[in-house]
């Protein structure tokens, strides 16, 4: 027997405001995934070259410098997602419908829910990584595990089947 896709998920059943915070959650990985992307591809690297240059790498080097610069760009990245999804949210004229639309899209699309399950396994190492590798800091644990999650969005890209994904 063919499975069958799953049919009862209806987010008008639930209420508004746990449809807006499943829509701010999604927005606010969003910022947390982008954050990881620009500040392992961009800022890290920029930071270390500046350091360097400046003969200022930290005592950890530049695992350290780089987890750090990492961690502070997904915090400015996930604030900024979540003051946009918030100024979103507000500006909906039908804030229940819109959620709702939102949410039931998000819980449908099978290739978002893959660059999100990515994302997630990637963090985990990422964040077991930066344990081992770099001296201990909320920062830097940080950007251990938004850069985990950068490389393993690039996986998912890079091993998607089709355009969907």
Not at 29 to 53: D, F, N, W
Request: glycine share 12%; aromatic share 4%.
């Amino acid at each position: 027997m063919a499975a069958e896709k799953e049919t009862d998920f209806d987010p008008s059943l639930d209420s508004v405001a746990l449809n807006a915070a499943r829509v701010m959650n999604h927005v606010l990985q969003k910022g947390y995934q982008m954050g990881g992307v620009v500040g392992t591809l961009l800022v890290a690297p920029a930071t270390l070259l500046r350091l360097s240059r400046a003969g200022r790498l930290p005592r950890g080097g530049a695992l350290t410098a780089a987890a750090g610069a990492v961690g502070k760009t997904v915090l400015v990245t996930t604030a900024l997602a979540g003051a946009l999804g918030a100024a979103r949210l507000a500006s909906l004229e039908d804030v229940k419908a819109g959620v709702e639309d939102r949410v039931y899209r998000l819980h449908y699309n099978q290739g978002q829910n893959r660059a999100d399950r990515f994302a997630l396994a990637g963090s985990a190492v990422g964040v077991a990584a930066a344990a081992l590798l770099v001296p201990m800091s909320p920062t830097a644990l940080l950007g251990g595990g938004a850069a985990g999650a950068a490389a393993a969005l690039l996986a998912h890209v890079g091993t998607a089947k089709d355009k969907d994904e």
